[in-house]
């Protein structure tokens, strides 16, 4: 009832490729963060999305929230090395703040 | 100055003993986590405090303890450690509905 899904589990890209990692719930989500986690390190916030069809952009990273509010896509443009890492959907709680993570997708990046 | 400082970072242990982590927040948030990231590494919420106040428990055996001593601070303390118990654990803080900060992590490792 609560997961968040999210695919592909694993992607292996040639530097320069582009990569989209995507998440879907059954249930209408206040809002979606997302956070990204390096080899080794821990989870960093990236960015919140809250209104539907709501669209954000960081550098070449590309952030949606479905018309819905169910599914949300993170496109990287041209990936780099130093986008290697796993890349977390996560469902966030509007009274607890409580995060439910979806599996993550985890990045490789060739040069 | 760490925004969320966890410590130890390693701690490597025999089954059976009980041990504690520490977590400390200097941002002024009102509710702190424990996330706990297995080998396959799926985040999942343990616990939640708001201002020393157990807001959530999720389902965790009883061999975990948190507590609360004051807002800036959610210690976590480990009855009886299991092989399964091994993994990396996060503390995290935040103001609700907004981005959660995290620690370094602890990696628990069980023998």
Redesign the interface.
């Known amino acids: 009832g609560q997961q968040v899904m999210q695919i592909p589990q694993y992607q292996h890209v040639q530097e320069g490729e582009d990569f989209t990692t995507y998440c879907n719930s059954s249930t209408t989500l ?2 979606i ?1 997302w956070y990204k ?1 390096r080899p080794g ?5 990236l960015i ?1 999305l809250v209104k539907s069809g709501e669209v954000k952009k960081q550098k070449r990273l590309t952030f949606q929230f479905g018309e819905a509010k169910k599914n949300s896509s993170l496109h990287i443009t041209a990936t780099q090395t130093t986008d290697v890492g ?1 890349y ?1 959907c ?1 469902k ?10 979806g ?2 997708t ?1 990045l490789q990046v060739k040069p | 100055d760490t925004a969320v400082s966890q410590t130890p970072k390693y701690l490597v242990t025999q089954m059976g003993n009980d041990k504690s982590i520490k977590c400390e927040q200097n941002l002024g948030h009102d509710t702190m986590y424990w996330y706990k990231q297995d080998s396959k590494k799926f985040l999942k919420i343990m616990f939640s405090y708001n201002n020393k106040e157990l807001i959530i428990n999720e389902t965790v055996p009883n061999r975990f303890s948190p507590k609360s001593p004051d807002k800036a601070h959610l210690n976590l303390h480990i009855n009886s450690l299991e092989l399964g118990d091994s993994a990396v654990y996060f503390c995290a803080s935040s103001q609700v509905s907004t981005e959660a900060f995290f620690g370094q992590g602890t990696r628990l490792t069980v023998v």
């Open positions: 206040s809002n963060q986690q390190g821990h989870p960093v916030f919140q796993t977390f996560a966030g709680s509007s009274n607890t703040g409580k995060l439910i993570f599996q993550g985890t």
